[in-house]
């Protein structure tokens, strides 16, 4: 190894030389390079070698080199470039060579390289790199687009990218990815065609025919690219549809979208998704005409074009009466209510949504999110018995949906004047909404019994007692507080000791009446010591927090035992571990410097 070593040092002595020579380092400076080269020349050499070991020795020469650069800028270093302009760069490249030939499997080390090779202009290695690295990872989709991309753009050469994206769809056909595009490249080539026969002034009718025929200028290519993908991948309507955008990126693309649609219309004419997309195709026609200034907006050619998409959609539900179908539609005629318009039309509009909604109601094909959008528009019209009945038909189809009911009690809180009524939802909404998920609802339902009816209030507390752990602990601490504020502290800490006969014992119960007993007048210790006693027995393992407070507690409050300080903190270090261990430590710290 010693011998290869110093081969490799003495083959860069010229380049060292004539480093010295123009001035640029100094002879110390020379030593400390060589050096530093033996030392990384031995790990990259030595039997087990690390990925990191040629990272860090191509890191090295990459600031070398931009050293270099810096010094020969302000030393004004003028003369014809020589080998030393070149020698680091090609010792970089060498450098990553051997390393990918060792690492042949580490996607990220070749786009490393492939990324230095951009930085410092080697293109033509650039595409060595790819090709090297693809025939590792040929299943890598991102990889053969980047290939194609430096093909086009670096190098310039369509023919070259256009293989890439060939040779990829040859391997991978079924990879959507690759076949949008190898569709954007031959739009992008046309596109540069056009804009620079635009520049030179040139008209489509002094085309050269040995530069371009009239098929590409005209996306034929493109559209044979758009045929095979549907071939290679039939049935999937979101894939098709994904070429859309794409194409409504370049201009004079209508013949192209055209074609797109047609085959949506073709082959997937019982998909909502392909319904949706030709339903609204007037409205985007009109929008990308204008942001190609074709035409100017007028508020006469929105409403045509929108009136067009009524009639679409209506055609749509009609031949699929699917919920998914009824959305796409009436999701269209809310965005149309939300545009600017007179008062008298937006009611108008909004009035002709709530019959399409009641048509949708009556075949059961409203999803929750429309349902609630019926309560809302309801509610925007006045119509507040109405948007109550929606609300109950709503969570009855849609039982657990937990927006649904929220909004439900909300107006049976704001609109039912009978408690009974109210109270029968609260009970069918938390029946329906289990777990966790119905704490938003026993929340509401304190809160109304609190403001409405407050000898109720204890009951519901009583009931969310027996629900999910995640329920029963935040509304125990509700309850102790609300405990406290109608009853006093006495009664508070009888239903504490009655809420804590079961362990383990909820740690925001134990907090929620320390801050109880921290808020009352005469705050002393002995109240306090029994409460984080029985908190540190269940939760002393996991919170440095709890620790902390007990011990600032025993400082601070009134009847505390500072001596005791001492016994707290070994404790808690027996107690604590890990990050938390930590976490006290670092903050115990501090509150002993305080």
């Known amino acids: 190894m010693a011998e290869v070593v110093q081969r490799n040092l003495e083959a860069r002595l010229d380049e060292l030389d004539e480093l010295e020579r123009k001035g640029l380092f100094s002879r110390d400076e020379i030593r400390t390079i060589v050096r530093k080269r033996r030392s990384f020349e031995y790990r990259i050499n030595k039997r087990i070698v690390q990925k990191e070991d040629y990272l860090r020795y191509i890191q090295y020469e990459i600031n070398l080199d931009l050293l270099r650069r810096k010094r020969k800028k302000r030393l004004q270093v003028v003369g014809p470039k020589s080998t030393v302009d070149y020698s680091i760069v090609q010792h970089v490249h060498q450098l990553f060579q051997l390393a990918t030939k060792r690492f042949k499997g580490d996607l990220k080390l070749w786009l490393q390289y492939a990324q230095y090779c951009g930085k410092v202009g080697s293109h033509r290695q650039l595409s060595q790199v790819y090709g090297h690295a693809l025939q590792y990872h040929s299943y890598n989709a991102g990889l053969w687009i980047s290939a194609a991309k430096a093909e086009f753009e670096l190098n310039k050469n369509v023919v070259a990218a256009r293989t890439v994206l060939l040779k990829a769809l040859r391997i ?16 992008l080539y046309v596109d540069k065609l056009l804009k620079r026969r635009q520049v030179l002034g040139l008209d489509l009718s002094e085309i050269d025919n040995d530069e371009v025929s009239d098929g590409i200028l005209q996306y034929k290519t493109a559209s044979i690219v758009f045929q095979q993908a549907m071939e290679a991948i039939p049935g999937d309507v979101q894939f098709c549809l994904l070429f859309l955008p794409i194409c409504q990126l370049f201009e004079q693309t209508e013949t192209l979208q055209d074609e797109i649609y047609k085959g949506l219309t073709e082959q997937h004419s019982s998909s909502e998704d392909a319904r949706d997309a030709l339903a609204r195709r007037p409205l985007k026609n009109l929008v990308y005409s204008v942001e190609k200034g074709m035409v100017v907006e007028s508020e006469k050619e929105l409403k045509v074009a929108r009136k067009e998409c009524w009639s679409l959609y209506k055609s749509a539900v009609s031949d699929i009466p699917t919920v998914k179908m009824w959305d796409f539609f009436l999701l269209f005629v809310l965005d149309w209510c939300k545009q600017k318009m007179s008062t008298k039309a937006s009611t108008k509009l909004c009035q002709q949504l709530l019959k399409l909604m009641d048509t949708a109601a009556s075949l059961h094909c409203l999803s929750p999110a429309i349902w609630y959008h019926r309560i809302e528009v309801s509610l925007c019209l006045g119509l507040s018995d109405n948007a109550l009945a929606h609300s109950i038909s709503a ?11 929220i909004k439900c009690l909300q107006l049976h809180c704001t609109l039912k004047e009978d408690c009974s009524d109210v109270e ?15 704490l938003p609802l026993w929340v509401m339902w304190y809160e109304y019994c609190q403001s409405v009816c407050p000898d109720r209030a204890e009951t519901v507390f009583e009931r969310a007692a027996d629900d999910h752990p995640a329920v029963s602990e935040v509304m125990n601490s509700c309850y102790l507080e609300w405990k406290a504020q109608t009853a006093g502290i006495k009664q508070a800490r009888k239903t504490f000791r009655r809420l804590t006969t079961h362990t383990p014992v909820s740690l925001r119960l134990c907090q929620t009446l320390i801050q109880l007993e921290k808020t009352q007048l005469q705050c002393h210790m002995k109240r306090l010591r029994p409460i984080y006693e029985k908190a540190i027995q269940d ?12 011990i600032k507690a025993e400082l601070q409050t009134e009847g505390g035992a500072p001596e005791t300080v001492s016994s707290l903190h070994w404790r808690a270090m027996r107690s604590l571990s890990g990050r938390e261990a930590s976490t006290f430590i670092e903050q115990y710290a501090l509150l002993h410097t305080a």
């Open 539 to 550: 939760h002393g393992r996991e919170s440095a927090d709890l620790w902390l407070d007990y």
């Open 424 to 438: 029968k939802m609260f009970q069918q909404g938390v029946c329906s909404i289990t777990g966790k998920d119905s």
């Open 395 to 405: 969570v009855d189809e849609h039982s657990n949906s937990l927006k649904l009911w």
């Open 172 to 187: 991978n056909p079924d990879m959507k990815q690759l076949w949008h595009e190898y569709f954007r490249l031959e739009l």
